[in-house]
């Protein structure tokens, strides 16, 4: 299913797995903090830590819905996939692309191109 993705054939699989990553590891020290795990820090760098967690969530965020797009046309996939599909489906309607919905199959030899 994965190797015949548009997402895997353009190269850009690397893009939401970095982004879902980022997305992971910057969520983290908000939720460690709210459940506790971080009172041994003291409370400036625990501040700081959810600042900054929070931040690289927020980016990721972005990076993932924004980057992920048609060679063709531009069409940002990961955004239309999250907004047109459940919460449950968006990653695997995603991953089953086999071209874009916006433009249809590839035009040139040079759109499986990363971006």
Request: hydrophobic content about 50%; some cysteine; proline content about 4%.
């Given at each position: ?25 910057g969520g983290m020290f908000p939720l460690f903090n709210f459940a506790g795990m971080l ?48 919460h449950k489906e968006w990653i695997v309607w995603l991953f089953s692309l086999q071209h ?16």
């Amino acid at each position: 299913m994965f190797d015949r993705a548009i997402i895997t054939k353009t190269h850009q699989w690397w893009k939401f797995i970095f982004g879902l990553s980022g997305l992971v590891v910057g969520g983290m020290f908000p939720l460690f903090n709210f459940a506790g795990m971080l009172q041994w820090i003291n409370e400036d760098t625990r501040m700081i830590l959810i600042l900054v967690g929070t931040a690289v969530a927020l980016i990721s965020f972005a990076f993932l819905f924004l980057s992920i797009r048609c060679p063709d046309c531009g069409a940002r996939w990961a955004w239309m996939a999250a907004r047109t599909r459940s919460h449950k489906e968006w990653i695997v309607w995603l991953f089953s692309l086999q071209h874009c919905p916006k433009c249809g199959p590839p035009k040139s030899a040079g759109s499986t191109r990363s971006l």
